[in-house]
């Protein structure tokens, strides 16, 4: 899909898949770029359905975790569902220390996340 530096987005059905490019999700200038990016998906292009595909990231910071939270926010109020999978283990422990992952259901895979919808 045109327009994006840092995801990947393949639809699959009514569903989107959204992979992102870099393996460590740390830099100020790109989570807000890619905060950017993830809320267009919803507010321009109106997708309601997201898989976000955590495969090869390897590390978020807290502040990559704000922006999911606001997309979470954002699909949530406009009648969607965000779903994750192929969360690093290290990335896993701090969604359940942090608790969000009782705010995101989490799938071991892409395909069993799909299924989740």
């Known amino acids: 899909m045109a327009g994006f530096e840092r995801l990947v987005v393949v639809d699959k059905e009514d569903i989107s898949v959204v992979r992102f490019v870099d ?14 990016e993830l809320l267009s998906l919803v507010d321009i292009q109106q ?7 955590f495969e090869g ?12 939270i606001t997309l979470h926010t954002r699909v949530k109020r406009a009648g969607g ?3 994750i ?3 690093h283990p290290q990335i896993r422990e701090v969604f359940a220390i942090t608790r969000l992952d009782r705010m995101f ?3 071991s895979s892409e ?3 799909l299924a989740m919808f």
């Open 85 to 87: 999978c192929n969360l």
């Open 47 to 53: 997708r309601k359905r997201l898989l976000l595909n």
């Open 23 to 36: 393996r460590k999700i740390i830099d100020a200038s790109e989570i807000e770029q890619l905060g950017a």
């Open 81 to 83: 569902t965000v779903r």
């Open 105 to 107: 259901e989490i799938a």
């Open 57 to 68: 990231v390897e590390f978020l910071s807290s502040a990559a975790l704000n922006k999911l």
């Open 111 to 113: 395909s069993a996340g």
